[in-house]
């Protein structure tokens, strides 16, 4: 079925949209043709598409709401017009991914997305997931249903855990027994290489669930997390707790997204309890 509009939001939601397209559209144009790769650590790249796509994105963001802050993977900070800083939790403020999977990008892997999300006052209330490569949008509002394509979509209703295909990623001590755990009470774990993308499938359950364990910024999860929940999903930290803070340190979130009746179990196979 065709979803309802943004409600309160429907402007944001609109530009969100379109700013996702034209940075995938990019995206696209220079596909498997990157002329300069950058690293920023060890296992960490940046491409000259990645600072085009969030130069774009700003520069559309700054050019339909003026006043709003910005908080952007590449350039970070950028205060309001009233002079709150992003991360403060007050007032509006823009977090954008311009490319995330960029390992896949920069090897010709069709695996990533463009991720734009509007926080107000430390709650995200748009959300949109451009994937190039498919022609697919993923978006919500905090007061409407998540869509693919303007079209509703359902988190997953599969009624047992050993059905479940879910995007895994875990770390720390006993992260080998604790995933052997995982492994054994569901069907198969998948890893994307774009975290944003995978929690986006949650959405409409090409993923039952997602769990990653660290390494992931505020950018990563602000609009595919609202997605997910507005999908039915329940979204958490791995304690179980509220998802999304917007000054949580960079590579610093976890993150639980997952059918209600399955949350629980999952925690606990996660936490190795």
């Not at 059905?163 to 720390?172: C, T």
Request: charge should be negative.
């Amino acid at each position: 079925m065709t979803a309802r509009p943004g409600g309160r939001y429907t402007s944001e939601l609109g530009v969100a949209l379109d700013l996702a397209a034209r940075a995938g559209e990019l995206q696209m144009e220079r596909y498997e043709r990157v002329e300069r790769i950058g690293y920023k650590s060890a296992r960490d790249v940046v491409t000259e598409v990645d600072h085009l796509s969030e130069a774009l994105i700003l520069d559309g963001i700054r050019a339909a709401f003026p006043g709003d802050a910005l908080l952007a993977e590449e350039t970070g900070e950028h205060d309001a017009a009233q002079g709150e800083t992003a991360s403060s939790g007050v007032g509006r403020v823009w977090v954008v991914d311009p490319l995330d999977g960029t390992i896949n990008y920069a090897n010709g892997i069709p695996v990533f997305c463009v991720s734009i999300a509007l926080v107000v006052d430390g709650r995200p209330v748009v959300g949109v997931v451009r994937d190039p490569t498919r022609d697919e949008s993923f978006a919500a509002t905090a007061s409407g249903p998540a869509t693919l394509n303007g079209r509703e979509v359902r988190a997953s209703a599969k009624e047992r855990l050993s059905d479940f295909v879910i995007s895994m990623a875990l770390n720390g001590r006993s992260s080998t027994s604790r995933a052997r755990g995982v492994r054994t009470a569901i069907r198969v774990p998948r890893s994307m290489g774009s975290a944003a993308l995978a929690l986006a499938y949650v959405a409409n359950g090409r993923f039952d669930a997602f769990v990653q364990q660290g390494g992931l910024s505020t950018w990563d999860i602000a609009a595919t997390g609202l997605i997910a929940e507005r999908a039915g999903a329940s979204v958490s930290d791995l304690d179980g707790g509220p998802w999304f803070r917007i000054a949580a340190t960079t590579k610093s979130i976890g993150v639980l997204a997952a059918p209600p009746a399955h949350r629980e179990r999952l925690l606990a196979l996660i936490a190795g309890t």
